[in-house]
């Protein structure tokens, strides 16, 4: 018996070696395929890793869930640096920028260490705009630093408390550091290579999937281990804190703007967009076709958006 208990305990313990030496394989081929785009900022702890290109008004890039910089810098930053300064930034956790162990990842910490990079770069009241998760995160800023925010726009956001979590993120669901740390270094890359058509059909669809979305949009950048537990921790952390953040939008002082992909499989238009007029009223929506990930599947149309809506939104505008 006792011998059998531990061949048992061997072969766990060489299956969880061998998922652990795949992941960290995995996680450094990705360090070095896809390096830091911009420059870091160091404060409070954390490290911001933001890219600031163009010239002319500033509007500040939040991406969302899962994400990083690349989902803007892929197609929709080249359409706009003539026009706008860009500041495209990892929220804290995700692509180059670090959050320490055990810090708070709701949208309002989040946004609290963008204010800070905001006040740093000078930046007089930008536009902000906050793709999906970063929708929120925008929100949390013109709610808490003001002075940060000249007006809002924001693409396929997340704006209200749901208690269904998207299909393509229920492996995040995870409420236990420990169990994130472990899940990250055995199951949670395997998993993602093995399922990542399933996935991408919903955060894409019906729009196809960028054949350069590994690279140039950064997707790989999702198997390294600390990029699972900043996700898992930044899902867990907006699900427990969106619905304080939404009974204060009557707050809020500042022009709003929506865009959302009729076609939206993360997040629902009506939920998250047509909701808003109601308890923002002047809140502008606007609905096209496509899917979640405008800034990447229709960036042509998404920069047209944002400079018919930078006149409204944007600090000049008033």
């Given at each position: 018996?006792?011998?059998?208990?531990?061949?048992?305990?061997?072969?766990?313990?060489?299956?969880?070696?061998?998922?652990?030496?795949f992941?960290?394989?995995?996680?450094?081929?990705?360090?070095?395929?896809?390096?830091?785009?911009?420059?870091?900022?160091?404060?409070?702890?954390?490290?911001?890793?933001?890219?600031?290109?163009?010239?002319?008004?500033?509007?500040?890039?939040?991406?969302?869930?899962?994400?990083?910089?690349?989902?803007?810098?892929?197609?929709?930053?080249?359409?706009?640096?003539?026009?706008?300064?860009?500041?495209?930034v990892?929220?804290?956790?995700?692509?180059?920028?670090?959050?320490?162990?055990?810090?708070?990842?709701?949208?309002?910490?989040?946004?609290?260490?963008?204010?800070?990079?905001?006040?740093?770069?000078?930046?007089?009241?930008?536009?902000?705009?906050?793709?999906?998760?970063?929708?929120?995160?925008?929100?949390?800023?013109?709610?808490?630093?003001?002075?940060?925010?000249?007006?809002?726009?924001?693409?396929?956001?997340?704006?209200?408390?749901q208690?269904?979590?998207?299909?393509?993120?229920?492996?995040?669901?995870?409420?236990?550091?420990?169990?994130?740390w472990?899940?990250?270094?055995?199951?949670?890359?395997?998993?993602?290579?093995?399922?990542?058509?399933?996935v991408?059909?919903?955060?894409?669809?019906?729009?196809?999937?960028?054949?350069?979305?590994?690279?140039?949009?950064?997707?790989?950048l999702?198997?390294?281990?600390?990029?699972?537990?900043?996700?898992?921790?930044?899902?867990?952390?907006?699900?427990?804190?969106?619905?304080?953040?939404?009974?204060?939008?009557?707050?809020?002082?500042?022009?709003?703007?929506?865009?959302?992909?009729?076609?939206d499989?993360?997040?629902?238009?009506?939920?998250?967009?047509?909701?808003?007029?109601?308890?923002?009223?002047?809140?502008?929506?606007?609905?096209?076709?496509?899917?979640?990930?405008?800034?990447?599947?229709?960036?042509?149309?998404?920069?047209?958006?944002?400079?018919?809506?930078?006149?409204?939104?944007?600090?000049d505008?008033?």
């Amino acid at each position: 018996m006792m011998g059998t208990v531990a061949a048992a305990m061997a072969l766990a313990g060489a299956w969880t070696g061998g998922l652990a030496l795949f992941t960290g394989l995995i996680a450094r081929r990705v360090e070095r395929a896809l390096p830091a785009q911009g420059s870091f900022l160091d404060q409070d702890g954390e490290r911001l890793h933001y890219l600031d290109a163009g010239s002319g008004p500033a509007l500040v890039m939040i991406h969302g869930l899962s994400g990083q910089m690349r989902h803007f810098s892929h197609g929709l930053l080249p359409l706009l640096t003539d026009r706008f300064r860009l500041i495209l930034v990892d929220r804290p956790g995700s692509g180059h920028s670090t959050r320490p162990a055990g810090a708070d990842a709701g949208p309002r910490a989040q946004a609290a260490a963008i204010a800070g990079l905001i006040r740093t770069l000078g930046l007089q009241k930008p536009l902000l705009v906050g793709h999906s998760l970063g929708g929120a995160v925008a929100l949390a800023i013109a709610l808490d630093h003001p002075d940060c925010a000249g007006g809002l726009a924001l693409i396929a956001p997340l704006t209200r408390a749901q208690n269904r979590v998207p299909a393509c993120f229920k492996g995040l669901t995870v409420t236990s550091p420990f169990m994130r740390w472990l899940l990250s270094w055995t199951l949670a890359t395997p998993m993602a290579v093995l399922y990542r058509d399933r996935v991408l059909d919903i955060v894409f669809g019906p729009d196809p999937v960028p054949a350069d979305f590994g690279k140039a949009g950064g997707g790989l950048l999702g198997l390294r281990p600390a990029a699972f537990r900043a996700a898992s921790a930044d899902l867990m952390a907006a699900k427990a804190g969106m619905a304080a953040l939404e009974a204060r939008y009557g707050d809020l002082r500042l022009p709003v703007s929506i865009l959302f992909g009729r076609g939206d499989r993360v997040l629902d238009w009506r939920h998250h967009g047509e909701a808003m007029q109601s308890l923002l009223p002047g809140t502008r929506l606007t609905l096209v076709d496509g899917g979640h990930m405008l800034p990447m599947t229709a960036p042509a149309e998404t920069a047209a958006w944002l400079e018919q809506e930078y006149g409204r939104t944007g600090p000049d505008s008033g």
